[in-house]
């Protein structure tokens, strides 16, 4: 299974830290979980000086990157309804570095979401 | 003869200022004075005048709707839409965003499979109503916003074409604050704006944005310092540094400020302070000059 997750420190691998915003990250790693590996870093450069609609274009951004799951601290329900509808798994609530946050996922301890995780603004 | 008065930062005094201002000039002329109140998120002007409203029209934007039926997954749409409020995910879901939506057509006319049907959004009611007291008269007219909507400048265009629409010759646009989209609509083609700035740094901040906004449109302004405590003399110093034209300062004044708050009579107020027949005697006086 492979998933994006946002983060502050694209360049520090498994130990990058995540990035609390899902639509503003400027980084993300795509990472296979059953590998526990970093397959690739990707930048979110245009979504992060967007005015409006910064989640849903790095939701589009992640269904063309065709990821089965996208994990960070919060997920707005504009970007939660576009990964929904291309059946994109959410995990949200994540801190720390990455390979803490695919341990917790890989284990089952953290579950994807069934609804978006803020209001909005992150 | 359109004046507007507006702030950047909000709570300055634009309302009041137009308020007094409107009343004085159908004083001064003996005519009735258009009223036009694009604040329209929180639209007060009428509290003052008392007036009774009737809803003069419904305002609707263009949102899109896709026909997935016809649609053929291109992208086009999304492609072109600034706003994100349109995404095309695959070759199978086509998503729209209404509430981020500007109504500018641009995917329905970049659309060639016909995919793009129209869905009117509501964005709010324009009101109308008069006000006569003795030799005054106003016209007054305003935008309410829906409740949740966000995207006022259509709504603000229907109120200044009403505007224009009526006979009377002068008109005063109270403006919402800020300087973005709502400002710039309610601004534009005002043949002067009168910035109202609260003389704090945080007001002489977003004046100063306010009044780049109003060159870059090649407007005719001036300045008026509103809330001046003491003998603060920030605004005044900054319009003589940039050359800008000052109207006067306004003073700090608790005994209008509740007056203000409660709806009161603001007119009786503001006969109590001498600057602002001062400030609104000289704003005529640059009306007369055009
Ligand atoms: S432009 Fe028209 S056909 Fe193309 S994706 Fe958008 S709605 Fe569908
Ligand atoms: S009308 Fe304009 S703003 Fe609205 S979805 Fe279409 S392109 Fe975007």
Redesign the pocket.
């Known amino acids: 299974m492979k998933i994006a997750i946002s983060v502050i420190s694209p360049d520090e691998g498994m130990s990058a830290v995540i990035d609390p915003r899902f639509g503003r990250a400027r980084h993300f790693l795509l990472v296979d979980i059953d590998k526990r590996e970093v397959v690739k870093k990707v930048e979110n450069i245009d979504a992060f000086n967007m005015g409006h609609g910064a989640g849903i274009k790095t939701a589009s951004k992640m269904v063309e990157l065709g990821v089965d799951a996208v994990g960070s601290g919060f997920v707005g329900p504009k970007a939660f309804s576009v990964l929904s509808a291309a059946g994109i798994k959410v995990y949200s609530g994540l801190e720390g570095s990455v390979s803490e946050a695919i341990k917790r996922i890989a284990s089952g301890e953290i579950q994807p979401d069934s609804a978006p995780s803020s209001n909005g603004h992150w | 003869m359109r004046i507007a008065i507006a702030s950047g930062k909000g709570g300055t005094g634009k309302t009041s200022i137009s308020v007094l201002l409107a009343k004085y000039l159908s004083f001064e002329s003996g005519q009735e004075v258009d009223f036009l109140d694009c604040d329209c998120e929180a639209p007060n002007g009428h509290i003052f005048f008392q007036v009774h409203l009737t809803p003069l029209k419904t305002v609707n934007i263009?949102?899109?709707k896709v026909d997935t039926s016809k649609c053929t997954f291109c992208g086009k749409?999304s492609e072109?839409?600034?706003?994100n409020?349109?995404t095309v995910l695959g070759n199978k879901v086509a998503m729209?965003f209404p509430e981020?939506?500007?109504?500018?057509?641009?995917?329905?006319r970049v659309c060639e499979s016909g995919a793009i049907k129209e869905d009117p959004r509501r964005i709010g009611k324009v009101y109308a109503g008069r006000h006569e007291d003795g030799a005054t008269r106003i016209h007054l007219v305003q935008g309410v916003l829906r409740i949740g909507e966000a995207m006022s400048p259509p709504l603000i265009k229907a109120v200044l074409e009403e505007g224009e629409a009526s006979s009377n010759l002068v008109a005063v646009t109270d403006c919402p604050p800020g300087t973005s989209c709502p400002v710039v609509t309610s601004i534009k083609g005002a043949d002067l704006v009168v910035i109202v700035a609260e003389s704090s740094p945080f007001g002489l901040h977003d004046a100063a944005i306010l009044t780049k906004v109003v060159r870059r449109l090649g407007l005719t302004f001036a300045i008026v310092a509103n809330k001046v405590l003491d003998e603060n003399t920030l605004i005044h110093e900054w319009c003589a540094k940039e050359g800008y034209r000052y109207l006067g300062g306004i003073p700090f004044s608790p005994d209008f400020s509740m007056e203000y708050a409660r709806g009161g009579d603001i007119f009786k107020a503001a006969k109590r302070m001498p600057e602002i027949e001062e400030v609104l005697c000289r704003i005529t006086k640059m009306v007369q000059e055009r």
Request: proline residues 5%.
């Open positions: 263009f949102t899109p749409c072109i839409c600034r706003f409020a349109i729209t981020l939506c500007h109504g500018c057509y641009g995917c329905f």
